[in-house]
C-alpha cells in the first residue's frame, strides 16, 4: 500500500509527481464522489529504470520465491503466474494489467508514493491499486520502511488476480472511504493490517503466507510461520477488528483465515452496516 511516506527515485521526479502530491493532498478533504484518482496517478516511465533498479528486482525475486513456492498460498502463487511477473526485471505495468484487467478488472497504477488515506481508499473502491514506482536502493535491499514496487507489486498484486480477494478489497475500500467516523476508520485499519499486509491462510492443512508484509520478508515470513511467540489466532471480524497493532517489529499476533470466502463474506457484512449509515454517524448498538 501507499499510504507511508516515499522514496526519492528518478521514476517519480518530475512536474508530472509533483501535480499528482498537490492533487492528492486537495482532495484529502473532498466527498468521496469528488475525488479523481486520475489526477493522482504518474506514468511509468520505464525507461528511466537502471541496470541497478533491475538487479534489486531480480536478486529480492529469486530470493522471496525459494520460501514461496513452499510457504506461500496457492491463490498468490496462481495470481503471480497470471500476472506474468518475470524474475529479471521491474515489471512494466502495462504488461501486468494487461493480464490482470480480464481476470478481475483491477488495474494497478502508478503513484509517486505518499497519498492522504481517503485518496487510497478511492482508488480500492474503483479496482485501483495505488502501486509505488520507485525501487528501493541496494544498500537496503532488506529492509525497507517505505513501500517500492516489489513491496507493491510482488506483494500485493498477484491477489488482485483472485475473484474473491478482487471483491474483498474493493468493498473495504467502499466501506472505508464512505465513513467519517474515527472508531470505524480505526478498526478498519486493523483490518486491512491482520489481512492485506499480515494475513496467513490455511491451505493443505497447513498455514501459508498471504499478507504482503509478510510476502515481501524474508525474515517475517519464517518467523510468522515457524515461531512459538506468535499467537496465531483464527479471523474473527470483531476480534480483528479490535486487535492493536505495533509497528516496527515482528508481529506477535496474527490472524489465520480458512479461506477468502471467509474474509469477502466478513466484510461485506461490515460494508452493509457501514454504507447503511448516515456518512460520519453511528448508528446506536452498532458498536
Ligand atoms: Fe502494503
Not at 220 to 241: A, I, K, N, T, Y
Request: proline residues 6%.
Amino acid at each position: 500500500m501507499a499510504m507511508g511516506g516515499s522514496l526519492w527515485h528518478r521514476v517519480v521526479d518530475g512536474e508530472e509527481a509533483k501535480r499528482a502530491i498537490e492533487a492528492g493532498n486537495a482532495a484529502e478533504h473532498l466527498p468521496p464522489d469528488r475525488i479523481d484518482i486520475e489526477q493522482m496517478v504518474i506514468t511509468q516511465r520505464y525507461d528511466l529504470y537502471s541496470d541497478e533498479d533491475h538487479e534489486v528486482w531480480s536478486i529480492l525475486f529469486k530470493k522471496r520465491m525459494a520460501q514461496l513456492e513452499r510457504d506461500a498460498s496457492n491463490v498468490f502463487l496462481n495470481g503471480l503466474r497470471v500476472i506474468n511477473l518475470r524474475e529479471d526485471r521491474v515489471p512494466d505495468l502495462r504488461e501486468v494489467n494487461a493480464n490482470l484487467r480480464p481476470m478481475t478488472g483491477w488495474q494497478s497504477r502508478g503513484v509517486p508514493g505518499y497519498l492522504p488515506a481517503k485518496c487510497f481508499f478511492a482508488f480500492l473502491a474503483q479496482r485501483h491499486f495505488p502501486t509505488t514506482l520507485s525501487v528501493r536502493p541496494k544498500t537496503s535491499m532488506d529492509y525497507l520502511p517505505e513501500p517500492d514496487i516489489i513491496h507493491d507489486v510482488f506483494g500485493h498484486v498477484p491477489l488482485h488476480a483472485d475473484p474473491v480477494f478482487a471483491d474483498f478489497l474493493q468493498t473495504y475500500g467502499k466501506a472505508a472511504l464512505h465513513t467519517n467516523d474515527p472508531y470505524h476508520t480505526e478498526r478498519l485499519a486493523r483490518l486491512f493490517w491482520f489481512t492485506v499486509e499480515f494475513g496467513l491462510i490455511r491451505e493443505d492443512g497447513r498455514l501459508k503466507l498471504y499478507g504482503s508484509g509478510l510476502i515481501s520478508s524474508e525474515g517475517e515470513g519464517h518467523h510468522s510461520l515457524q515461531s512459538p511467540d506468535v499467537d496465531r489466532r483464527p479471523f474473527e471480524m470483531e476480534r480483528v477488528c479490535n486487535t492493536t497493532f505495533e509497528i516496527d517489529h515482528y508481529q506477535p499476533i496474527l490472524y489465520v483465515l480458512e479461506d477468502f470466502q471467509q474474509l469477502r463474506d466478513a466484510m461485506e457484512t461490515y460494508a452493509n452496516r457501514l454504507l447503511n449509515e448516515p456518512a460520519g454517524k453511528v448508528a446506536a448498538g452498532a458498536r
